[in-house]
């Protein structure tokens, strides 16, 4: 049985010699685009390979037309991941050091990809260090896969959906940045500040325990059945900043046996490119 959502450190641990699974170090910073790389080559999880949000994870930008980190073309992303190892029996774990902000994106795109198999690791490299788990600065030799490439369209949404979702359509816009950006008091990031007229905020912070794990499946399916007010799970659209971290809430939300919702993937920095497109600001 393979493993679709969270895995624990003690998992993963038990598994670092199976040559059936697979394992991915996402760390990325929005503000230094080689930090990851970096902490990497300083130290990972053993046999974890690398992968780069800008290079490996999404796709060229075109400046006004695309948010700041486009999904890759399925096809160059299936080679990359058919030349590290990705396998229709592996079972794939991402992780990051930032409460799986970045690797989120990763698992998300697998199940894009039709590749189910592929959870993210509860509590990500901070608790896999606090219990004092091996590290290395060796990479892995590459063994290729046999990745299947079968992307499911149902699974996004583009801007003319949201502008329908925005107009009464039925669905739940879910905005997964900090309150000071979604109201646009405070916009590090993106040239315009704001958010989509009728979205709501959830921080995706707010998926997780004080230690940095993913509440209990229940009082994360609390969390969203107030949210959602009664609608079903696909009837809700996730988006952020680039698509990224919207992609915790989308994890949260299958934790919560809450499957079936959407991702807009170019989300409020790809909004923002069309001067029609409205914006609002405040809470």
């Known amino acids: 049985m393979y493993i679709n959502t969270l895995v624990t450190t003690e998992d993963l641990a038990r598994h670092l010699e199976d040559p059936q699974w697979v394992v991915f ?8 685009s080689e930090a990851g790389r970096r902490a990497y080559a300083e130290g990972h999880i053993p046999g974890a390979r690398y ?12 400046p006004g037309r695309t948010g700041r980190h486009p999904l890759p073309d399925p096809r160059v992303l299936a080679d990359k991941l058919y030349h590290w190892g990705v396998g229709v029996n592996k079972q794939v774990v991402v992780y990051d050091d930032s409460f799986g902000a970045m690797a989120v994106r990763m698992w998300w795109l697998l199940r894009w990809l039709g590749h189910p198999a592929v959870a993210l690791l509860d509590g990500g490299l901070p608790k896999w260090k606090r219990e004092m788990r091996p590290l290395t600065t060796e990479v892995p030799q590459p063994v290729k896969g046999t990745c299947v490439c079968l992307p499911e369209p149902s699974q996004i949404v583009a801007a003319e959906d949201v502008l329908q979702a925005m107009q009464g ?3 739940l816009i879910i905005d997964a940045r900090p309150e000071r950006r979604f109201t646009g008091e405070f916009e590090p990031l993106d040239p315009v500040a704001g958010h989509v007229p009728g979205a709501i905020n959830w921080n995706f912070e707010d998926n997780l325990d004080i230690d940095g794990t993913f509440l209990p499946p229940e009082a994360l399916r609390e969390n969203y059945q107030a949210l959602l007010k009664g609608r079903p799970p696909w009837k809700v659209i996730h988006m952020c900043g680039s698509g990224v971290t919207a992609c915790h809430n989308l994890l949260a939300m299958e934790i919560a046996g809450l499957p079936g919702s959407r991702l807009y993937p170019g989300s409020w920095s790809e909004w923002i490119t069309d001067p029609s497109r409205p914006i609002a600001t405040g809470e």
Do not use: Y
Request: net charge negative.
């Open 25 to 32: 170090d996402c760390r990325f910073t929005l503000t230094d």
């Open 51 to 62: 992968a780069h949000l800008d290079e490996d994870l999404s796709g060229p930008i075109i």
């Open 169 to 171: 359509s039925g669905e």
